[in-house]
Each structure stands twice: as C-alpha cells, then as structure tokens.
C-alpha cells in the first residue's frame, strides 16, 4: 500500500497542500490589504513542490489549468507544468485485493497471466500488462483507493485556489472553469464510462486507417478497473529527429485522430498529455486514455467554423453571431474587438494557405498577446468564459505542442478546409447521437448559457 493510499498519508497529504493554499492566502492578502511585495516566482516554486508530492488528482488538475491559456498567471502555470503524473505505484499484495475487490477471489484465473509491477501509474490508477486466456495481450488500469474522496477533497482545494486567484486578478470568472474541471474529474473516475468513450472513438475512427483506440474487454471491466487490448507502439518523442517526411506524416495522423470526432461528432479527447498517444511502426497512432472525453453541442462547433470564415471574410457580423452561439452576451465593440485579437492568433495557421510550421509567426509573443488581451478584457469589467472553452483550449493547446516537438511542416489551412467543406450542424447533432447511444455514453445534458458580466 502507497502512503497516500493510507488515513495517515491522506492527512499528510491535505496538510501539505493547506499549508500551500494557506501561505497563498497570506501573502495574497499581504499585498492586497498592507502593501508587502508577493515573491510569485517563488511561491509558484513552492506551489509546485507542495503539488508534486501529492501525486494525486490536485496535481493532475494543477497540470490542467497550466496548460489553459491565461487561467494562471504566467509564474505558476511555468511552474505547474513541469509537474509529473507518475506516482508511485500499489504493491503487489494491495493489487491483489484491489482486483479480488473488482472481479472476485478467483480473478486470478480469469486471466493467462497478470504482471506483478505496474507498468505505468499515474495520478488517479496503474496499468498493469496481462494475458488473456486465449494468449491476447491485455493492459488493466487499476484505479487507486478511495479516488472518490480524494478528488472531492482536492476539488474543494481547486476551488479555494482559484478563488484566491481571481481575488488578485478579476479579469476572468473561474467559476465556470470549475464547474467543468468537477464535472470531467468525476467522470474520469468511472472507467466502464471510460469503456464506453472507447467503443465510441472506435466506432467514429473505423474508417481512420492510421488511428487506433484500444478495445475494451467487458467481462473484465468495472468501474473501477478497465481491461483493453494492449497496443504496441513508440513515445512520440523518440520521433523528434526523424526525417521530415515521417514527422509530418506523424502530425497528419494526430490531426485527423483529434479533429474528425470534433468536426464530425463534436467530441474531444481533452487529455493532451504526451503520454497518451504513441507511434505504431507503420507511422499511425494509438490514441490512449479517454476518461476525458468532452462532448459539445453541434452549436459550438458551428461557433469555431463560424468564426474562421469571419475572419477569411472580415465578416465582423458573423464574429459576434459565433461568439454569441457559445454563449456570450451584451458584447459590445471593444469587448469583440479584443476577443478577435486573441482569435486571429489562434486561427492564424488555418488561415494562411501555405505550408508552414504550427508556431513560425509566434516568435515567443504568443504569451505576450496573451498578456495584452488579458488586460483589456480586465479594463473592460471581466469575461466569464463558457465551459466548453476549458478543454477545448486545453485541447487546442496540446496538439499544438505535439505539431511543435515534431515541427511539422504542413497546409494546415487545406486539411481544415477538408474537414469543414461539408459542415451541417444538424447532420453532426444526429450523428452525434446515434454514436453516442450505440457506445452506451450518457447523454450530456443541455447547459446553461453564460453571459459576459460587468464589475
């Protein structure tokens, strides 16, 4: 048993991070209220260390929100992302009443073979590599004790953070950020929801040749344990010096494996983290880990298209028509002004027709727009952002650090445009939810519309 696993460890682990949160308030406060100079630097350093030896879902969400453009200032997420997600792995006697717990005493013999140590463990459980009876290779994520608890602790935490964070800088409302981080973390947690992401992404990927998502294995599956076939394949970053042939034939696999669900189904895979994905030996590749799959509304997927074309066509109409579809209100001019700033950022690679690099306009400013963006938005009385924007940038901002360690060199422009020519919202909405049905997914419920707000 892991000493976070214990009553003790957990009361360890919640005093390291309250001592964190609280040395946060203080010096917050500090500043705020008396004038004293807050050392960021140094206690995102601070910050960081505290996260990383919890090793639990606090820290995976610490990982979130620094890659979430502008929800951390600039010295935390800079610290929070360098936070790693293997935690130390159950032993060999706790992992066998962790699996006699999910399939039964006899669970052994349900299996051809069943590896002793871990070969991967993470933040919320560990995989460990198995047989099938038949000889079948089999990956088995055993989720740690008591997650449940522990991510409703850590939530609790996030949202003091984030409360103190917006006490210091009320440009951006975070309670929506929140809302949708709970929602997806909870969801995480049951892996026959996670089964059912996988029988989905398998059936709307079936004519993507050069993408693979793993079967899961039912009879072996609960909520708390997921049994797939195991794939083969290669760390994306062994691929970094390859010839440029094969890493742009990399990326254009990636491509079609994040953005066909999205412009097809509106779904994501919302986990951007490096480790979940590797390379097969024909160059294709595995997509792993669907806890965090978000589902939207055929209506913000016409929102991003919406957009691209304002901007092709310097429609300004439909620019507000996009972003009012995602559920902003009362926007006025400025307000719109400074969200296309920061959009015809984003969108620059798509509208440029040529072959080029992911990030070559960039030259490191993309912080710096950022940053601008940021204080006009706080200038002009704050910005709630919808929910959706939380895994959509997290998404976003991930494949985009994939394209850039490969440095691919592609018509990113012309594979959009391929993807979008056909776009019908409500053509996607049925799809949507026939895939949906046939997976055995829930069906996300309808979601409240959210307004900008003054202060």
Not at 16 to 33: D, E, F, K, N, W
Not at 192 to 213: G, M, N, P, Q, W
Not at 361 to 372: I, L, P, S, T, Y
Not at 433 to 443: E, F, I, N, Y
């Amino acid at each position: 048993m892991t000493d976070d696993s214990s009553l003790t460890g957990r009361m360890r682990r919640y005093a390291r991070v309250s001592t964190a949160m609280g040395g946060l308030a203080a010096r917050l406060a500090g500043q705020r209220y008396l004038g004293l100079p807050l050392d960021r630097v140094q206690h995102a350093n601070d910050l960081r260390e505290a996260l990383g030896g919890i090793k639990g879902p606090l820290m995976k969400v610490a990982q979130l929100l620094a890659t979430i453009p502008e929800a951390l200032p600039e010295d935390y997420a800079r610290e929070l992302v360098t936070l790693q997600a293997d935690a130390p792995a159950m032993g060999w006697n706790f992992v066998k009443r962790r699996m006699a717990g999910e399939l039964g005493p006899d669970w052994e013999a349900r299996f051809g073979r069943f590896e002793h140590e871990a070969a991967h463990a993470a933040s919320l459980g560990q995989v460990h590599r198995a047989t099938a009876k038949d000889g079948a290779a089999l990956a088995c994520k055993l989720q740690y004790p008591d997650m449940a608890s522990a991510v409703e602790a850590d939530l609790r935490q996030l949202k003091l953070i984030l409360s103190l964070y917006e006490r210091w800088d009320r440009a951006l409302s975070t309670e929506e950020i929140h809302a949708e981080i709970a929602e997806r973390l909870r969801e995480e947690l049951d892996y026959s929801r996670e089964a059912a992401h996988l029988r989905f992404y398998r059936a709307i990927l079936k004519d993507e040749k050069r993408v693979t998502v793993p079967e899961p294995v039912m009879p072996l599956t609960t909520k708390r344990l997921l049994t797939m076939n195991w794939l083969d394949g290669r760390k994306l970053l062994d691929f970094t010096e390859a010839p440029a042939e094969q890493r742009n034939d990399i990326a254009l696999a990636m491509f079609r494996a994040w953005y066909v669900p999205f412009y097809e189904y509106g779904a994501i895979h919302g986990d951007p983290h490096l480790g979940n994905y590797s390379v097969r030996p024909d160059d294709g590749i595995n997509l792993f880990d669907l806890g965090c799959v978000r589902i939207f509304p055929a209506r913000f997927v016409k929102g991003v298209i919406d957009l691209y074309r304002a901007f092709a066509t310097d429609d300004r109409d439909l620019a507000v028509s996009a972003y009012e579809n995602w559920g902003f209100k009362n926007l006025n001019t400025d307000m719109v002004e400074v969200l296309n700033r920061w959009a015809r950022f984003l969108y620059a690679p798509l509208l440029d027709d040529r072959k080029r690099l992911i990030g070559e306009d960039d030259n490191g400013n993309g912080r710096a727009v950022a940053a601008e963006v940021h204080r006009e938005v706080r200038r002009l009385g704050g910005v709630t952002p919808p929910r959706e924007f939380v895994f959509m940038d997290r998404a976003a901002v991930g494949l985009g650090s994939v394209f850039m360690h490969l440095r691919a060199t592609i018509n990113w422009h012309r594979l959009f445009e391929g993807l979008i020519a056909d776009f019908d919202a409500d053509a996607l909405a049925k799809r949507q939810a026939k895939a949906l049905k046939a997976a055995g997914v829930p069906t996300p419920p309808a979601e409240p519309v959210v307004a900008t707000r003054g202060r």
